[in-house]
């Protein structure tokens, strides 16, 4: 099968919903078929290149963050996106176009639709939802809300990772919607080569809660090295709480893919403050490399992950405080948490879940008589 992907960021642009069109295009690749992407370019990246297999086509737009862009920057990535595809469309015979988020990268796929008749199935992730991201996208969500239904009404199939984002699409469109988790590569990790470390990695905005963590910390006696992972907009907020609170942790900034594997492979104990999630991508590559996982009840980061990790309220310090203290005073519960942790991410297995995206693409392929 040849593919058409439509996804505004891939990495190392983008944050979770990047990696997960990463991993699973690489995993449909894998399985022997043929992908092409079409995505941002920044400086230092290469207009057209192969990456594992998949064909990658960055197009030229505006934007200033690798890890997050706002609402003008995505408009600039519509036509050239479009122009793209479109010239990929006439040179390869695609079979269909899957396209990440449903605003931008869906508006450009339901315009290369219309002018190639090929269906188009949307994978939405989050904050391309109403509701889901309100402090940064609640007004543009308002202003093209028309269209975005648009969009899910044309698409041949709708897929989601979680049940909470399948409702919050349900209340504003009566498309039906298929469920499919996030995939991730797994292999076995080493859990004897561990250091005491708790490790955060997160978007530094005010729902992901790392000012919670810092809170919590404040009121927790020990000597494990902290680390947090991340940038964003509430980084400097974050980090002069930490200097007032005397919480001695070291801020990576951002941080790539590889050298972020290998904080995870040497952390004993990985912690997730975030308020609200759809699926939490941090916490699959966490338990996947064998961290013990202290997470928030926020709905997403319980199906995620489930008997996997111990849980307390978004926002509760003192509950967060406790858990902490429990986990590095405890090395018996933290080999348990691990153990737990390696039996849930099992339910993630990429290849698993690109079996289940191709069974989507034939159904589609079949109801447009594309056999």
Avoid at 33 to 50: C, Q
Wanted: charge should be positive; glycine fraction near 6%; hydrophobic fraction near 40%.
């Amino acid at each position: 099968m040849k593919i058409l992907c439509i996804c505004y960021e891939y990495p190392p642009v983008g944050g979770g919903g990047a990696t997960v069109c990463q991993q699973l295009n690489e995993a449909l690749v894998a399985a022997g078929h043929e992908i092409h992407i079409v995505t941002s370019w920044m400086k230092g990246l290469p207009n057209v290149s192969v990456e594992n297999g998949v064909h990658v086509h960055r197009v030229h737009c505006f934007r200033r963050h690798r890890h997050y862009s706002t609402s003008v920057e995505l408009l600039t990535q519509l036509l050239p996106s479009y122009r793209a595809a479109i010239r990929l469309a006439r040179d390869v015979k695609f079979d269909l176009i899957h396209c990440h988020f449903v605003v931008p990268s869906g508006l450009v796929a339901r315009w290369v639709s219309k002018a190639t008749g090929l269906p188009y199935v949307i994978t939405a992730h989050g904050s391309d939802i109403p509701e889901f991201n309100p402090d940064r996208f609640d007004m543009l969500h308002r202003v093209i809300a028309p269209v975005w239904r648009r969009i899910l009404s044309d698409a041949s199939r709708v897929t989601v990772s979680s049940r909470f984002l399948r409702n919050l699409i349900a209340k504003r469109s009566a498309v039906p919607v298929d469920l499919i988790p996030n995939g991730f590569d797994l292999t076995e990790p080493n859990l004897s080569e561990r250091r005491n470390r708790i490790l955060v990695a997160s978007r530094i905005v005010e729902r992901k809660g790392i000012q919670d963590l810092i809170r919590a910390l404040a009121h927790c006696d020990t000597d494990w090295e902290i680390c947090i992972a991340g940038d964003g907009p509430y980084l400097r907020h974050v980090k002069s709480l930490a200097r007032e609170l005397g919480v001695d942790a070291n801020f990576l900034g951002f941080v790539g893919r590889k050298d972020l594997q290998a904080y995870y492979d040497s952390s004993k104990l990985f912690v997730f403050p975030s308020h609200q999630e759809n699926f939490p991508m941090v916490l699959v590559e966490a338990m996947a490399a064998g961290c013990a996982v202290i997470s928030t009840n926020a709905e997403g980061c319980v199906e995620v992950a489930r008997s996997g990790a111990l849980f307390y309220d978004p926002g509760d310090t003192a509950a967060l405080s406790h858990l902490i203290k429990r986990a590095v005073n405890d090395p018996e519960l933290i080999y348990k948490m691990q153990a737990h942790s390696l039996a849930a991410v099992r339910y993630f297995d990429i290849k698993q879940v690109a079996r289940e995206f191709l069974r989507i693409f034939n159904a589609t392929n079949k109801d447009h008589g594309r056999e």
